[in-house]
């Protein structure tokens, strides 16, 4: 099984409400990612997760903070959003051949959430 | 650093027509290669990849082959069908301490009945 959830599939939000995006995978990987697509461009990476510890940061605004509350599960808490914002995130997962190690390992990724922002 | 170049889109097929779908990549080091699949309203789907120089990676009938001489990893297959129009992307994984995925642009394929 290479499944990747995550919810909700949609999500529609204000610039002053705080949402979370949730992800999670059952393949025992141990490293998690955030992405951001905008239409008809690749995905944007913007948080790496190794071992549930945060291990790159793309400089992302302080608007999208990242939590990751065990091996299994993937947070993006959301607040004071702007509409440029509005896009499909992503979370993907890998094995992870230990920290700072890396290694060169498939990313599968989840059907993403697609959040407008008005 | 790392990049991929994809040829330009968007593709027009006729179903059962020959496909292929150039990238070329610039990396240090002997990264591994990739190529995901979106179909529309979608995430990425891993749709094969190729780990060293050589490696030919197949799945549903597409094919790519990792040419280090040429620095390239295009996406071929021999007859496209309708359920095939999607965004094609490529990928570079290097082998440093943070696996970060490089990708090109995307393209768009579009298959007729």
């Known amino acids: 099984d290479t499944e990747v959830t995550q919810t909700p599939k949609h999500l529609v939000m204000g610039m002053t409400n705080k949402k979370s995006l949730k992800c999670e995978q059952h393949m025992g990987h141990r490293a998690m990612y955030w992405y951001k697509q905008k239409a008809k461009k690749p995905p944007e990476l913007m948080f790496v997760?190794?071992?549930?510890?945060?291990?790159i940061n793309e400089s992302v605004p302080s608007r999208f903070s990242p939590e990751c509350p065990n091996s299994s599960l993937l947070n993006l808490h959301l607040h004071a959003l702007q509409p440029e914002d509005s896009a499909l995130y992503l979370c993907?997962?890998?094995?992870?051949?230990?920290?700072?190690?890396?290694?060169?390992?498939?990313?599968?990724f989840g059907p993403g959430t697609r959040l407008l922002v008005l | 650093g790392d990049s991929v170049t994809q040829m330009e889109g968007p593709v027009t097929l006729s179903e059962e027509a020959f496909l292929t779908i150039n990238c070329t990549y610039t990396?240090?080091?002997?990264?591994?290669l990739f190529w995901y699949v979106q179909y529309p309203g979608e995430g990425l789907q891993l749709l094969l990849k190729a780990t060293k120089a050589d490696d030919k990676g197949s799945n549903k009938g597409f094919e790519a082959t990792y040419r280090k001489e040429t620095t390239s990893f295009h996406l071929e297959k021999g007859s496209v069908q309708v359920s095939d129009s999607a965004v094609y992307f490529c990928?570079?994984?290097?082998?440093?301490?943070?696996?970060?995925?490089?990708f090109g642009k995307g393209i768009t394929l579009s298959v007729r009945p």
């Open positions: 993907a997962s890998s094995q992870d051949r230990g920290q700072g190690r890396g290694g060169s390992t498939v990313q599968y």
């Open positions: 990396a240090t080091g002997y990264p591994s």
């Open positions: 990928a570079l994984s290097d082998t440093g301490a943070n696996s970060k995925l490089t």
């Open positions: 997760y190794s071992y549930e510890k945060l291990s």
